[in-house]
């Protein structure tokens, strides 16, 4: 894959504090290695079953299963019910469920992955100046990609089985811009704690894809908690993201604004800090690599 050629070493001067907290600047800063970042996103995106018999057709087929072994398991073992509507058919819980398992996944993913992009690409710290900074959001862009085809099953599945098509699905792009906030900021911060921390691998696996995946909304409604549980549980941006992409994409009901705003608001302020954080310490990377 023909790359684009790497910037001369007078561009990756790091800057000072306050150009690092100027959200232009890093849109500008991402803006330029445009051409880095698609080709690292189809490189990440890719490589995830290079080598098998059905190649890409994977990024389908496992969510294919996946739904179906929901689907199995919660109607048919458990007899699941959500309890969003009263006459509610048998296959809502299966695509209630893996519609919120995709949309964490993207945040999910990104943040395990993050954690080791600069400890995995040491050529890319040490021989040749790069701008490391497009790795987490190249690996964002990986899982969204992946998302975007397991998102098709969801459409899909609650159009057949439950007869609905919402024109709500129109905002959907807005519930991923926190998300991608979110995520992105994250992946920042663990791909530079990567390099100072090796613990953070076990560290990220026990809070993000167990501890935090649990306070999320993915296997159980808000409503069915007691009030303060409640107000605690959406305290968390993602179980706004997660609340209000099902609104979207399943109910056909307009997003919670105000929690989707101040959510937006927490995702983007992260977003910065981490861009902030991953500049002014990626210069120590090459000592500790």
């Known amino acids: 894959m023909a790359m684009q050629a790497i910037e001369p070493a007078s561009s990756a001067t790091v800057p000072g504090l306050l150009p690092l907290l100027n959200p232009a600047a890093l849109l500008a800063n991402l803006w330029r290695h445009r051409d880095l970042v698609r080709q690292f996103t189809v490189r990440y995106f890719v490589s995830r079953h290079r080598g098998t018999f ?26 699941a019910r959500w309890g969003q509507t009263p006459n509610e058919r048998l296959a809502e819980f299966p695509v209630v469920l893996f519609c919120g398992m995709v949309v964490y996944g993207v945040f999910s993913e990104t943040a395990a992955r993050a954690v080791g992009l600069v400890v995995g690409n040491p050529n890319f710290v ?17 899982a969204l990609l992946f998302a975007g085809l397991s998102m098709v099953l969801v459409v899909a599945g609650n159009a057949v089985f ?11 792009p807005l519930i991923l811009l926190p998300l ?19 613990d953070m691998e ?7 894809q167990q501890v935090l995946f649990f306070m999320t909304p993915i296997f159980y409604r808000t409503e069915n908690l007691p009030p303060g549980l409640q107000r605690v549980i959406m305290l968390n941006p993602l179980a706004v993201i997660v609340e209000n992409a099902r609104r979207t994409v399943i109910w056909g009901t307009l997003p919670d604004w105000w929690d989707l705003g101040w959510c937006a608001v927490v995702s983007l302020a992260l977003m910065q800090l981490g861009y902030a954080w991953f500049m002014s310490t990626k210069r120590g990377f090459a000592d500790v690599l």
Do not use: C, D, Q
């Open 180 to 198: 991608v906030a979110i995520s992105l900021g994250l992946a920042w911060f663990l791909a530079s704690l990567g390099v100072f921390i090796r």
């Open 126 to 142: 040490k021989k040749v100046v790069f701008p490391l900074e497009i790795l987490p959001v190249a690996s964002l862009g990986a």
């Open 162 to 172: 439950l007869h609905r098509f919402p024109v709500t699905l129109l905002l959907f």
């Open 54 to 79: 059905l190649g890409a057709w994977w990024g389908l087929l496992l969510p294919l299963l996946m739904l179906a072994v929901y689907s199995f398991v919660f109607n048919t073992i458990f007899t």
């Open 202 to 208: 076990n560290i990220v696996i026990v809070l993000i």
